[in-house]
């Protein structure tokens, strides 16, 4: 089979398409014909080691795994003799949870995973951006707990995450505030948000406005700044967070009324199946920039990584 294989941490040039073997399912495994899958910034920053952390769990030297990728869909192309759950032919999305490995055209995965059958409404390239941005938005906003009316402010409301975090906080019924850059006004308005603040032309933490839940999904604005733009029971979401806000968020969530949340995002099947409820139902639609082939993933990086994308960079197989 195809697959996308780095044998090194670098630039996207160590992204190589070559044929390697095809996997054979576990008795508890479905066997997964990946028709579409995305880059997202989780994945640039594994190819590149970026932060060296990464390094400690996937690798000191080189990466341990060899193929990068996680999010999918595809068919299900055949099953292990124990799984239950989906049968051969049935079409599923999700995400592969620290296994990674959807650059390549087929993938094994357990049954009890964090996949769903797809939505008929949206193609194989649609449904494969909607796991890493709605997992992620969703993993927060639920911990924070957002509800009917609050002001809920999303800093890089237009990304993967944040276009996912605009349409979720809006379901809560919350006043939402997008911050963006002028291209992507209009799109941020066309996911819901109630306002959007364009950061080229405004500092949002100098307005004098105060915020229920800010949402950084992009790790942008300096920390101290952000608190002081929250209301004295504010929430502080920074799903992009380093070691050092971490360990700030901590001590002011201990020594304040304000609270931070930070840390590891986990997902499972229960997730998926929440966001698929929502696309179901119109309340949740995919949003992406750009369509690449597989072999032209070494392009699809260096476009994500240079930050601007419009909600997700899919990939076709």
């Not at 799109?187 to 933490?205: E, H, M, R």
């Not at 609270?259 to 199946?273: P, Q, R, W």
């Amino acid at each position: 089979m195809k697959a996308i294989v780095y044998t090194q941490y670098g630039p996207p040039e160590v992204l190589q398409l070559k044929e390697i073997g095809k996997p054979l399912p576990k008795d508890d495994e479905i066997l997964l014909r990946v028709k579409a899958t995305a880059v997202n910034s989780g994945d640039w920053r594994l190819r590149k080691a970026d932060p060296f952390g990464v390094r400690l769990f996937f690798g000191l030297m080189k990466p341990k795994i060899n193929i990068l990728g996680s999010v999918f869909s595809g068919e299900i192309e055949s099953v292990g003799k124990d799984v239950r759950l989906f049968r051969v032919g049935d079409e599923v999305f999700g995400h592969t949870d620290m296994r990674l490995g959807a650059y390549a055209e087929y993938k094994c995965l357990p049954e009890n995973g964090t996949l769903t059958l797809k939505p008929d409404s949206l193609s194989h390239t649609e449904a494969a951006v909607i796991p890493f941005g709605g997992t992620s938005a969703w993993h927060f906003i639920k911990k924070a707990a957002i509800k009917q009316g609050q002001k809920v402010l999303i800093n890089g409301a237009s990304g993967a995450v944040g276009s996912s975090a605009v349409q979720l906080a809006k379901y809560f019924e919350a006043h939402v505030t997008g911050v963006c850059s002028t291209a992507n006004i209009d799109l941020v308005k066309s996911l819901g948000a109630d306002s959007v603040i364009d950061y080229t032309k405004q500092d949002f933490t100098k307005n004098s406005q105060t915020y229920d839940i800010i949402f950084d999904t992009v790790n942008k604005i300096p920390f101290s700044n952000a608190l002081k733009s929250l209301n004295k029971n504010g929430i502080l979401i920074l799903s992009s967070a380093g070691i050092l806000e971490m360990l700030r968020g901590f001590w002011t969530s201990m020594t304040s009324s304000k609270k931070v949340l930070t840390g590891v995002i986990s997902h499972t099947a229960e997730d998926i199946n929440f966001l698929k409820k929502l696309i179901e139902t119109n309340k949740l639609k995919p949003v992406i920039d750009k369509t690449y082939p597989l072999e032209q993933i070494a392009e699809a990086h260096t476009y994500v990584e240079k930050g601007h994308k419009k909600g997700n960079v899919a990939i076709t197989l």
